[in-house]
């Protein structure tokens, strides 16, 4: 009997993910860099899940997975290199799209063929048991964990993202949108909810399983390899949704369209070079650098009427004067901005800033939709996390009950007092704020849990957020006086 077949059933994703990130040592044996790896990986990755899952119909004969595993030597390399050069021409335009402009940077023939070999012998059997888009989704988690990696600025906590989109229920037959997909981490996870509340798509007509498949699910990603991880995570998913790769704060923002529902980790920080965005709708943020603010005018911007969001933004955000106190204004005149949850520290791979999520409906009209504000303070007294306390669903149950069960924020809640998680704050008792939402009340001690982190590279990450936390805020005034500075001239011009 073979080793595959005796260890079936007690093979795990996590197993399996953990065998293909050894394969990360024959990259860099090879000159491959920590921030190529997946990339690097998963084009053969892919292959081969396109043919564990019957799909290589979508890929030209003479470039399937077999077509290059059972080559040798300098002859599998310069067939794999030919390979992925005329997959980018391939007639399926969303293989086309993947390998476009795609390449190897693996040099020795003998490294391919481990890579090869190794794959070939992982244990299918157990991964299409437990799903292979699961299997993708490991590798991309394990990757952003890697601090050296770099890859966390595109990653969302799994635990995270599933807790937001059971609070906001995506439905059969809405259009939803990540307008800063990353890795589709949001798309993927909603599509799952839906898929499980729908028995696989089954339970649904004909017409609506296609709109589901091509068309429900849309996006944007700035970053060219983040977008080719995301189409491959999408296919592997059995969803072939138009993620474009382009920059939301351009007119590729405008084009995506409206949306019933977005879900969104927008990038924190300025744009490069102090640049503005370039959207003919945007009126409150158009002259600002700030990334996070004009992805929120985006989300508010691109909900149809009645629409929800949940997105995910700095605590400058909440605070921030001029453009910013303007920014929430208007987005309490637009839409219901009903609940805020401050995040714990430390649970994004790749950044110490300190994050909050808003829930918003966007209203009918456009006048005072936001009649009061519940926040829920996730962030004080809480475990310092990191590899050794690792962000969980568990985390969230009690914010999850305290949200309720209508995704707009109606459901019946409990103001729990000054020694409680969970407040309301009235729009008027905002407006004394001057427009203020950084509410917070518990008294924290949190900052010292980053003394009780063993790991030096969350040590390490802990400090590097503080300073980046730090630095983001220096560019971002700097960016606001050089605007201030700029206006005369500009309006001489």
Same mark, same amino acid.
């Not at 292979?132 to 595109?154: D, H, M, V």
């Given at each position: 009997?073979?080793?595959?077949?005796?260890?079936?059933?007690?093979?795990?994703?996590?197993?399996?993910?953990?065998?293909?990130?050894?394969?990360?040592?024959?990259?860099?044996?090879?000159?491959?860099?920590?921030?190529?790896?997946?990339?690097?990986?998963?084009?053969?990755?892919?292959?081969?899940?396109?043919?564990?899952?019957?799909?290589?119909?979508?890929?030209?004969?003479?470039?399937?997975?077999?077509?290059?595993?059972?080559?040798?030597?300098?002859?599998?390399?310069?067939?794999?290199?030919?390979?992925?050069?005329?997959?980018?021409?391939?007639?399926?335009?969303?293989?086309?799209?993947?390998?476009?402009?795609?390449?190897?940077?693996?040099?020795?023939?003998?490294?391919?063929?481990?890579?090869?070999?190794?794959?070939?012998?992982?244990?299918?059997?157990?991964?299409?048991?437990?799903?292979?888009?699961?299997?993708?989704?490991?590798?991309?988690?394990?990757?952003?964990?890697?601090?050296?990696?770099?890859?966390?600025?595109?990653?969302?906590?799994?635990?995270?993202?599933?807790?937001?989109?059971?609070?906001?229920? +995506? $439905? !059969?037959?809405?259009?939803? &949108?990540?307008?800063? %997909?990353? @890795?589709?981490?949001? #798309? =993927?996870?909603?599509?799952?909810?839906?898929?499980?509340?729908?028995?696989?798509?089954?339970?649904? +007509? $004909? !017409?609506?399983?296609?709109? &589901?498949?091509?068309? %429900?699910? @849309?996006?944007?990603? #700035? =970053?060219?390899?983040?977008?080719?991880?995301?189409?491959?995570?999408?296919?592997?998913?059995?969803?072939?949704?138009?993620?474009?790769?382009?920059?939301?704060?351009?007119?590729?923002?405008?084009?995506?369209?409206?949306?019933?529902?977005?879900?969104?980790?927008?990038?924190?920080?300025?744009?490069?070079?102090?640049?503005?965005?370039?959207?003919?709708?945007?009126?409150?943020?158009?002259?600002?650098?700030?990334?996070?603010?004009?992805?929120?005018?985006?989300?508010?911007?691109?909900?149809?009427?009645?629409?929800?969001?949940?997105?995910?933004?700095?605590?400058?955000?909440?605070?921030?004067?001029?453009?910013?106190?303007?920014?929430?204004?208007?987005?309490?005149?637009?839409?219901?901005?009903?609940?805020?949850?401050?995040?714990?520290?430390?649970?994004?791979?790749?950044?110490?800033?300190?994050?909050?999520?808003?829930?918003?409906?966007?209203?009918?009209?456009?006048?005072?939709?936001?009649?009061?504000?519940?926040?829920?303070?996730?962030?004080?007294?809480?475990?310092?996390?990191?590899?050794?306390?690792?962000?969980?669903?568990?985390?969230?149950?009690?914010?999850?009950?305290?949200?309720?069960?209508?995704?707009?924020?109606?459901?019946?809640?409990?103001?729990?007092?000054?020694?409680?998680?969970?407040?309301?704050?009235?729009?008027?008792?905002?407006?004394?704020?001057?427009?203020?939402?950084?509410?917070?009340?518990?008294?924290?001690?949190?900052?010292?849990?980053?003394?009780?982190?063993?790991?030096?590279?969350?040590?390490?990450?802990?400090?590097?957020?503080?300073?980046?936390?730090?630095?983001?805020?220096?560019?971002?005034?700097?960016?606001?006086?050089?605007?201030?500075?700029?206006?005369?001239?500009?309006?001489?011009?």
């Amino acid at each position: 009997m073979a080793n595959g077949e005796l260890t079936r059933g007690r093979v795990t994703t996590q197993d399996i993910v953990g065998r293909l990130w050894n394969l990360c040592h024959v990259l860099r044996d090879d000159g491959v860099g920590y921030g190529e790896y997946v990339t690097e990986l998963t084009f053969l990755l892919f292959l081969k899940m396109l043919e564990e899952t019957q799909r290589e119909d979508r890929l030209p004969a003479e470039y399937r997975w077999k077509t290059i595993a059972s080559r040798e030597g300098v002859e599998q390399l310069d067939h794999y290199k030919r390979a992925l050069l005329e997959l980018g021409k391939a007639a399926d335009p969303v293989v086309a799209q993947i390998f476009t402009d795609a390449q190897t940077r693996l040099r020795k023939p003998a490294n391919l063929k481990t890579l090869t070999t190794a794959i070939d012998g992982l244990d299918w059997f157990s991964a299409r048991e437990e799903g292979l888009g699961e299997l993708y989704e490991g590798l991309l988690e394990k990757n952003a964990s890697e601090k050296k990696s770099g890859a966390g600025q595109y990653f969302t906590p799994r635990p995270l993202i599933d807790c937001i989109v059971r609070l906001m229920k +995506p $439905q !059969a037959g809405e259009v939803i &949108q990540d307008p800063a %997909a990353g @890795t589709a981490g949001f #798309l =993927v996870a909603a599509d799952r909810y839906i898929k499980d509340a729908t028995d696989d798509l089954y339970g649904l +007509p $004909q !017409a609506q399983v296609f709109f &589901q498949r091509n068309n %429900a699910l @849309t996006g944007i990603e #700035l =970053v060219p390899d983040t977008h080719r991880l995301a189409l491959m995570n999408l296919m592997l998913h059995g969803v072939d949704g138009p993620i474009t790769q382009g920059d939301s704060l351009s007119p590729d923002g405008e084009a995506l369209g409206k949306a019933d529902l977005i879900l969104t980790n927008p990038p924190f920080g300025t744009k490069k070079g102090g640049g503005r965005p370039s959207r003919s709708d945007f009126s409150v943020t158009a002259d600002t650098s700030n990334k996070q603010l004009a992805f929120v005018e985006h989300v508010a911007r691109a909900l149809k009427p009645g629409g929800r969001a949940a997105v995910v933004v700095p605590d400058n955000v909440l605070f921030e004067d001029n453009t910013g106190r303007r920014l929430r204004r208007w987005l309490m005149e637009l839409a219901d901005l009903h609940t805020i949850l401050r995040l714990p520290t430390g649970i994004f791979y790749a950044q110490g800033v300190k994050t909050n999520v808003l829930f918003l409906r966007r209203g009918e009209t456009e006048r005072a939709n936001t009649k009061a504000v519940w926040v829920y303070d996730l962030r004080a007294n809480m475990p310092a996390f990191g590899k050794t306390r690792p962000l969980t669903l568990a985390d969230f149950a009690a914010f999850e009950a305290a949200y309720g069960d209508d995704p707009n924020g109606g459901a019946a809640r409990t103001d729990e007092g000054p020694e409680g998680r969970f407040r309301r704050f009235t729009r008027e008792e905002v407006a004394a704020r001057n427009d203020n939402l950084d509410l917070a009340w518990l008294r924290d001690d949190s900052d010292a849990a980053e003394d009780d982190l063993s790991d030096p590279e969350d040590i390490a990450a802990a400090i590097l957020g503080h300073l980046r936390a730090a630095l983001a805020e220096v560019e971002t005034v700097g960016a606001e006086l050089a605007g201030e500075e700029a206006a005369p001239a500009e309006v001489g011009a």
